[in-house]
């Protein structure tokens, strides 16, 4: 098997696993929240964290992987700014109504675009921004439903859309410069999300639900959600490292909102939510842009490699070519004939 078969390989098991437990911990979460009423999200997020890092510390321990140190004020700054964004999508959604925060999570991918094309001179063909608006259509008339604007909450979720599209393009750019593995990353990372997150999330939750986690009453039925959130969640966290490592932002941005489709679809036949035309409209929108994106990515991807073999051959014809060679030697000997006629010539007149 060669080198891009593996690469492909890997990037859909990432997918894969991306898809299957996000969608999962929404699930497990809604009966958690919805059913059984324990809404304190952002102190849940950071249980998941915490779990995450425990399990990853004991894989490292069992040598499931190497840990290799790098610059450690871009992983606390990294750590403290993916932490911050969950909370700020937290309180986007506490101050906004649920069709402007579905509006909010819209706004990430162009402004992922924009960023990285400021910023970091991406460039993204025609075909790829038309895959990309028909897929936010289809996300937008499959979710979006009504939108209360106030000036707080329009306010927050600008910092939520700013601080969660940079906090995923460093994730790609951190991957990528210091040449670690999205394992390395999420392990070196995790105590600053989890902390951050410990330390502000009890008092975010009780800002917006004026409800203390510490004062909730714990069943057996709830601990047991808990935890099973905390376990499904070392795989989201994991999968989302991986993502976006091995694809981009981008395309981790429609990873999610497939995600979004799917626990709509999963909702109405599982959990028997109420389901209108509008939504499989939208969704079936939805899914022809994510196709139209995955076709032209790969598509585009396929003649990248098509002309960096072409250059890569190019550069080896050029080394080998038995015509330089000769000029070059040419070259030389009549550098050392002329050398010598200047050497007769001096002699001759001395």
């Known amino acids: 098997m060669g080198e891009g078969e593996s690469f492909q390989l890997g990037t859909i098991g990432a997918l894969t696993l991306s898809v299957v437990s996000s969608v999962s911990i929404v699930i497990c979460n809604k009966a958690l929240m919805s059913s059984l009423h324990f809404i304190f999200a952002t102190t849940l997020t950071s249980w998941h964290l915490l779990v995450t890092f425990c399990s990853l510390h004991v894989a490292l321990k069992m040598r499931f992987f190497e840990h290799k140190a790098f610059e450690q004020k871009a992983v606390m700054g990294f750590g403290i700014l993916n932490g911050i964004s969950i909370g700020l999508l937290n309180l986007c959604l506490g101050f906004n ?66 601080t969660t599209c940079v906090a995923q393009i460093m994730t790609n750019t951190i991957q990528k410069k210091f040449k670690v593995s ?18 502000f999330g009890p008092f975010l939750d009780k800002f917006l639900t004026n409800q203390n986690v510490f004062a909730f009453k714990y069943t057996t039925q709830v601990t047991f959600f808990i935890i099973l959130s905390c376990l499904i969640s070392i795989s989201v966290n994991f999968s989302t490292f991986l993502v976006i490592g091995k694809t981009s932002p ?11 489709c799917l626990v709509l679809g999963f909702g109405y036949f599982l959990l028997q939510d109420p389901f209108s035309w509008r939504n499989i409209l939208g969704i079936l929108i939805a899914m022809i842009g994510m196709v139209l994106y995955s076709y032209y990515c790969n598509l585009e991807n396929q003649q990248k490699a098509v002309e960096a073999a072409a250059q890569a051959s190019q550069a080896r014809e050029d080394e080998s070519d038995p015509l330089i060679n000769v000029e070059i030697g040419s070259t030389v000997v009549a550098t050392d004939t002329v050398g010598q006629k200047l050497q007769t010539w001096n002699k001759d007149k001395d």
């Open 97 to 162: 109504s649920v069709g402007f925060y579905q509006m909010t999570k819209l706004a990430i991918i162009p402004c992922t675009v924009m960023l990285e094309t400021l910023f970091l001179e991406k460039r993204f063909s025609k075909r790829i921004q038309f895959s990309l608006g028909i897929l936010l259509l289809g996300v937008g008339i499959a979710t979006v439903t009504d939108l209360q604007l106030n000036a707080l909450g329009s306010f927050l979720s600008l910092l939520a859309v700013i």
């Open 250 to 260: 981008v395309t981790y941005q429609v990873l999610g909102h497939l995600k979004t």
């Open 182 to 199: 999205s394992t390395q990353l999420l392990y070196q990372s995790c105590p600053y999300q989890a902390g951050t997150l410990l330390i």
